[in-house]
């Protein structure tokens, strides 16, 4: 099983980037895809990005492409969003999950961290 846990969110102004952490245990990290989907008050999840379990290949959502970059780090068992160019809109719950396949469903996916809040101000 693997155990994600966020972290690096908070309060940032429009323009500004954020970086969130996700940290991973468990010995079958290496062979999990990785997503990070978003929820925000009174709304559906919804996807934001994923890479495979190599980390060589990367989808987005239309909304981030261009401004936010999911990567991972096996070694450290980490994954990260890196977020630039904030806006407004995505303010949301950020939540990290890990799946057996890539996918943008989140039904899709395994296991879920707990969620942290990151909030944009215009």
């Known amino acids: 099983q693997v155990q994600l846990v966020e972290s690096g969110g908070g309060l940032v102004q429009a323009g500004g980037s954020l970086r969130l952490s996700c940290a991973a245990s468990?010995?079958?990290?290496?062979?999990?895809?990785m997503g990070w989907f978003r929820q925000a008050p009174g709304k559906e999840r919804e996807f934001v990005a994923a890479?495979?379990?190599?980390?060589?290949?990367?989808y987005y959502a239309d909304s981030v492409k261009g401004r936010f970059t999911i990567s991972r780090d096996n070694a450290k068992n980490t994954v990260y969003l890196q977020m630039n160019s904030l806006k407004p809109e995505d303010t949301a719950d950020y939540y990290c999950?890990?799946?057996?396949?890539?996918?943008?469903?989140?039904?899709?996916?395994?296991?879920w961290g707990q969620g942290i809040q990151v909030t944009v101000s215009s």
């Open positions: 468990g010995r079958a990290f290496r062979s999990y895809a």
């Open positions: 890479m495979n379990w190599s980390g060589g290949s990367t």
């Open positions: 999950a890990g799946s057996a396949v890539v996918a943008v469903r989140a039904n899709e996916y395994d296991y």
